[in-house]
C-alpha cells in the first residue's frame, strides 16, 4: 500500500506563514503528479496546487504568487510553502500523490489524513 503522512499544520495570525510537508511511502515506483487540496469548514474539497514529474506546476486563483508547491522525487515528498495567510484559507489540506506501484506497475491514488490549518488573529 502507498501511504501519505502530512505535517506542518497549525494556528497562524493573518500574514503568516506556514509550509506543510507531505512525504509518501510503501510500493512505489514513480510518482507522476503531486497536489494539495483543501476543504473549508461547509464548503466542498477544492484543488490549491498541483506539480508533476516534469515540474509542471499549477495554482488555485486565491493562492497563486503567495503559496508555491514543491516537491524532491528522491525523497517522495512535496512541501507546499504558504506566505500572506488569510483568514479564508482556514481548512484542512489533504496531501494527494499519483503514480505507478512497484513490481505490479498498476496505478494508484492516495490521500493523506488532512491537517488543519487555521489562520485567525
Known amino acids: 500500500q502507498v501511504q501519505l503522512v502530512e505535517s506542518g499544520g497549525g494556528l497562524v495570525q493573518p500574514g503568516g506563514s506556514l509550509r506543510l510537508s507531505c512525504a509518501a511511502s510503501?510500493?512505489?515506483?514513480?510518482?507522476?503528479?503531486m497536489g494539495w487540496y483543501r476543504q473549508a469548514p461547509e464548503k466542498q474539497r477544492e484543488l490549491v496546487a498541483t506539480?508533476?514529474?516534469?515540474?509542471?506546476?499549477n495554482y488555485a486563483d486565491s493562492v497563486k504568487d503567495r503559496f508555491t508547491i514543491s516537491s524532491d522525487n528522491a525523497k517522495n515528498t512535496v512541501d507546499l510553502q504558504m506566505n500572506s495567510l488569510k483568514p479564508e484559507d482556514t481548512a484542512v489540506y489533504y496531501c494527494?500523490?499519483?503514480?505507478?506501484?512497484?513490481?505490479?506497475?498498476?496505478?494508484?491514488?492516495?490521500w493523506g489524513q488532512g491537517t488543519q490549518v487555521t489562520v485567525s488573529s
Open positions: 510503501g510500493s512505489i515506483s514513480r510518482i507522476a503528479a
Open positions: 506539480i508533476t514529474s516534469d515540474g509542471s506546476t
Open positions: 494527494n500523490v499519483a503514480g505507478l506501484r512497484r513490481y505490479s506497475y498498476t496505478p494508484f491514488n492516495s
